[in-house]
């Protein structure tokens, strides 16, 4: 089993920036993803960004269009999500999500292991 906790999420105006944090715990992977997916009231949940242990190559939706930033530490089983230019419409939960993922990075199926999530609220 993985143990995921988020943290760093919080009240921000439009504008601003925050960064999130995902801590990983329990039984670890050779070859991995990570992935940070978002869910606002009422609808359904949608990616956010990705990035793969060990290629570290990044994958973003396009929700972020260049404002969002992923990225990985593996000696300290963290990965991160930096977000600037914030917007009120990227006011979510926001989760973490890890798994041996396949082709289909963007599917929040193919993450076996979540967090419990992180407000994020963007004011205007």
């Known amino acids: 089993q993985v143990q995921l906790v988020e943290s760093g999420g919080g009240l921000v105006q439009a504008g601003g920036s925050l960064r999130l944090s995902c801590v990983a715990s329990?039984?670890?992977?050779?070859?991995?993803?990570v992935g940070w997916f978002r869910q606002a009231p009422g609808k359904e949940r949608e990616f956010v960004a990705a990035?793969?242990?060990?290629?570290?190559?990044?994958y973003y939706g396009d929700i972020t269009k260049g404002r969002f930033t992923i990225a990985n530490d593996n000696a300290k089983n963290t990965a991160y999500l930096r977000m600037n230019m914030l917007k009120p419409e990227d006011t979510a939960v926001y989760y973490c999500?890890?798994?041996?993922?396949?082709?289909?990075?963007?599917?929040?199926?193919?993450?076996?292991?979540w967090g419990q999530g992180t407000q994020v609220t963007v004011s205007s």
């Open positions: 990035i793969r242990w060990p290629d570290d190559s990044p």
């Open positions: 999500a890890v798994g041996q993922v396949g082709g289909r990075i963007t599917n929040s199926a193919e993450y076996n292991y």
């Open positions: 329990g039984r670890t992977f050779s070859t991995y993803a």
